[in-house]
């Protein structure tokens, strides 16, 4: 793996013409057709996010509609308990759950990252620290402290969304460590250390980015995970009752099933397929990792 | 290798882990909006027990006395009364633990057939098998739990009438002997199969079957071969035992922090365990058995992980000879 | 159950292994006996993500009863490859052809499963390079050693036990070695445990692989002398891969010289180490340093080539300082000379010449 590594310092001319990091990104990404499929469903996801107000028939808590309308040409997925539009409620849906488990996932990497690496890079004291931190938190049940939390701290979405990120971040934490702890013996290292360069730009330019593959493949799980724990603290009453959530819907319908069975139906496949697509990102980072050589 | 050094060791370890929780869920309650007596009292509280519980968690006086207080009851065992139920929440967790046991570890039983859908999907890697399995499991890991649920609830309850949507056991069928289990066992089917495939399969399967491919790829794995061992020969008796040891690890991890996933199923199928106890609670706002919930769930998530140690160090000759 | 004794040949009878004009051996094999190997023009190819890999192209040897043969070569020239193509071991991105490759008469290529597994151990055996990862970690040595007795002969539980005993006996080890685990023993003992494991169907033919890279030089010097001093006694073949020219100077007759999947030399070890005839093996002895050296660290230049775009012509053309016009365009093929090495280079003699000089002048 060392040739594909970023390591040639300005002084030594590169001798290998390979794929730019951008093109070898667009390849790990597009390389496969599960990626694929999961790049699609996300940018089809965003997309509605970005553009609900347009995209979608009607007012998401207008009551467009008598209840329990069946899908007809006038409301393409019916419309739920209180006669509200079922697909632009799915469309405003993606506004909620989208940014929020992107939010959460990405708080979780930069704390991840910095922490793990620090722990990685520095050891010692630090690093016994931060490894006893990141034991107490994998053990901490995240959907029980999130429920304590929702009820004692009220259910506003962006408040649960940075105490999903500042709980499981420790799990990235310890990938990132232990990648620093790795690379940091690597050759180019030492060569760029004893040639001068401070600590912070060893991690900056050359270990971190690295290391950081697993760490990111880590995150897009992480990204799937805050996607159905959002919709679980919503199906259990503590979600924010000023947005769209799928996980309300499917909770407004329970009582409904036998006679409305598609205003539960439909915002679950959406969350099922919006957090597959993440899944089949993930899954594909760790198999262009693994990839075994021949010799 | 030194049983009773490493027994202490670890069994301390849990010491730091057992004080951050006390230590957080103090916060929690006294960082809240709001009075912590409150908190603990209920909103509609007569103004003697309010008295009561300030004086118990000396909560007129610094954060310090107040933390002090606090750990000194939970060492007591005393983890608050629950307010919707009058009773004490230790008291209470412990009555509907068995319920919640029962139900995931039924969802454990069935969850072990991704084990051995996963052993056979990494020996024969790439086959129509392996793409099915992985790829279906895939796809129900992905929905949420609730959900599923629901559908199954449509399918097997509405539609077919096959099984019962809700509760442990029907009002009309006998309460004890032979009848009791057969009625239990049916409300038990379909959130234990909820359960186990959304949850625990999909993570057994594919562990297993990345531990079958890795191990496939070591040395001895050639040598074995070489000795002129059957394909099936050295699957049976190096492989699998040697990819099967971090599966282990994993299923003991899994039973700690099982709880997450059993709230949701509880709920969805009225299961009378700590999972709906915990949907109740939420509910009424019943913050000290919401608490004490959660101080149970994480110890015996620290307490689940120094079993798992010590079964892994059992199997793997290498920590127990070392 | 007693071992076999085999009746082992000397090693100044001359080798019976280079085809050529001085073979005087029938072409039909009507000695089968004699011979245990005979491999012809084998090719092993690898099917990778960067295109097609001829990790072995075109190696032909034979291996007679009781021979000592050293396969040298450098990290990656193939020599593990063939060792393993020999048994089928290879993964299944491999592709493995020969004209002909046969163990005893029969060819190992055709076989059926069945009969190949009991070629495996009980014809021919291996010992690895690296013991701890070569041994299943979660099993005890003696029940390691047991899974190809059981599978080659039938013994009673007992008979089984016993014969453990007398090969751990067999490379000075204590029978208490039987119930311990592979990372409780030190890496000379493990590979001990191997060479105890390789001969405990009775092989006749045993292809050492690196058997001694792993272990420091003390280590090295113990399990070499034993490795000779069995195979002295039960007159199994021997084939010792190695990258190390030392070791088989001093325990094979017989030496091939492996150079990016070709045997570029092969003949009596005295002679091709000796007076050696390809420029690589001359660049291979000269680089070997001796105790008394006291001039600087002779190395062959350059590096082996990317299977994937070999050069054209003579594989080794780009570091060999014999070259010429024709080593560009013409692969050279392998011809027998003087002395009865056979040689795959253009200008053989030339380089047996200057490496006489050089003899002649160490000696002078």
Redesign the interface.
Known sequence: MIDHEIQAPAALPSTRKGPTRVGRGFRVLLGRPSRTIGIALIALAAIAAVFAPVVAPYDPFALAGTPFDHPSSQFLLGTDNLGRDVLSRVIWGTRTSLPFAVGAAGISLICGLTFGSLAGYYGGAIDHLLSRIFEIFVMIPMLVLLIVVASLYGRHLSFTMIVIGLVIWPANAKIARAQVLTIKTRGYVTAARGAGASDWWLLTRRIIPNGISPVIANSVMQVAAALLIEASLAFLGLGDPNVVSWGQMIQDARPYLQIAWWSAVFPGMALALLVLAFHLIGEGFETEESHRSVF | MNWPAYLTRRILSIVPVVVAIVVLAFLLINLAPGDPARVLAGERGNPEYLAYVRHKYGLDHSMGYRLWKYGEAVAQGDFGTSLAYQRPVASLIFDRLPATLLLIGAAQVIAIFGILAGAIAGARRGSLFDRATSISTLVVYSTPVFWTGLMLIILFSVELRWLPASGMTSPLAPTSGYGHYVDVLHHLILPAFTLAIVWYLPEYLRLTRAGVIQTMNEDFVLTARATGLSERAVLFRHVFRNALLPVVTLVGLQVGLAISGAIITESVFGWPGLGRLTYESIGTRDYPVLLGILFFTAISVAFMSIVTDVVYALLDPRVKYA | MKLKRAIGQSSDVAPKGVTGPTDNEPADGSQPTAEVLLVENLRAT?S?AHGL?RAVDGVSFKVGRGDRIGLVGES?CGKTTMG?AL?R?L?P?ATVEADALTFMGRDVLSMP?SEL??????GI??V?Q?AL????????IGSQIA??IS??MSLSRGDTRRRIYELLEMVRLRPNVAGL?P??LSGGMRQRVMIA?ALSCDPSLVIADEPTTSLDVVRQDEILAEIEELQARLGFALIIVTHDTAIVAETCDRTLVMYAGTLVEAGRTSTVLGSPSHPYTLGLVRSAPGLEDRTELYTIGGRPPDLTHPPTGCLFHPRCSYKAAICERESPRPRGIAGGTKVRCHFAEDVNAAASDLTRDANA
């Open positions: 690898y990778t890999i990656g393993r048994l071991l993964p991105n499963d597994r009991r070629v495996r151990w009980g055996s291996m690895f690296n990862s070569a041994l299943n970690p979660v099993k005890k899974i190809p599978t080659h685990y990372h409780q494991m």
